[in-house]
C-alpha cells in the first residue's frame, strides 16, 4: 500500500523505521525521567550524532558537557550561587526550584553555543548549528530507547552558570536530560500545515 509520495504507509507505522522515529519522538518532562539513564558508550552515540549536523565552514560552533551523577550537588551550588547573587531577595521555593533543576533524570548534557567569531561563517548560522546539534541529540536519545527534554530557563541565560562550563562568547544553548519516561508519554498537539506553511508567490 503506497501513499505519502510512494512510502509504505506500513514503514510509517513500523517503530524501527526512521520514518517512524521521526513521527514519534517527543520531549519528556526531565522532573519524571527516572533511571536507566544511558551507560557511557550509549551517550558517547548519543553524541557522536549530535555532531552529525549541519555546519557551514565546518566550524563545529558547539561544544557537550557531561554533569555526573557525582557532581549534580556541586551543579545545583552554582545555579543557586549565581541566582541569589542576581536576585538577593530570592524566596525558599525559588532557590527549591533551582536545585531540584539541577537534579533531574539520570543523565545531563549541557550544550553549548560555541561560535567563532573569527569566522567568515555569520554568527546566527553557528548559532542554528548548535541549535541542530540539541535537535540530534534528542532525536538519537529516542532512537535509543530513551527519552530526552531540551531546558533553558534561568540559569541557560546567567554568564555566571555559564562561565561554569565556558567563556563568553560561548553561551548556553540547552540542557539537555536524558532517563526513561516513568509513565507513557502524552502526544500533544501539533501545529497545523495551514498555519505554518504557504507558498511562495501564491
Excluded at 509520495?5 to 520514518?19: K, W
Excluded at 560561548?170 to 519516561?181: K, Q
Aim: proline share 7%.
Amino acid at each position: 500500500m503506497a501513499g505519502f509520495g510512494g512510502i509504505d504507509a506500513v514503514m510509517l507505522n513500523d517503530r524501527s523505521s526512521p520514518l517512524s522515529l521521526l513521527q514519534t519522538r517527543r520531549s519528556g518532562r526531565p522532573r519524571d525521567m527516572v533511571a536507566p539513564g544511558p551507560d557511557a558508550a550509549q551517550l558517547d552515540t548519543m553524541l557522536t550524532i549530535a555532531t552529525r549536523t549541519p555546519d557551514h565552514g565546518k566550524l563545529a560552533p558547539w561544544r557537550f558537557v557531561i554533569v555526573g551523577a557525582d557532581r549534580r550537588d556541586r551543579l545545583a551550588e552554582v545555579i543557586t550561587a549565581a541566582y541569589r547573587a542576581e536576585r538577593p531577595q530570592a524566596a525558599r521555593l525559588e532557590i527549591e526550584a533551582l536545585e531540584s533543576f539541577a537534579r533531574q533524570a539520570p543523565s545531563l548534557v549541557v550544550v553549548l553555543s560555541s561560535p567563532k567569531p573569527e569566522s567568515r561563517i555569520p554568527l546566527w548560522e553557528q548559532e542554528l548549528s548548535a541549535g541542530a546539534a540539541c535537535m540530534n541529540l534528542l532525536h538519537a536519545a529516542h532512537a535509543m530507547g530513551f527519552v530526552a527534554g531540551w531546558l533553558t530557563g534561568w540559569a541557560a541565560y546567567s554568564d555566571a552558570v555559564r562561565d561554569a562550563f565556558g567563556a563568553a562568547p560561548a553561551r548556553i544553548a540547552g540542557f539537555v536530560f536524558i532517563g526513561s519516561p516513568s509513565q507513557p508519554l502524552e502526544e500533544r498537539a501539533r501545529p497545523d500545515l495551514g498555519q505554518t506553511v504557504s507558498h511562495w508567490g501564491g
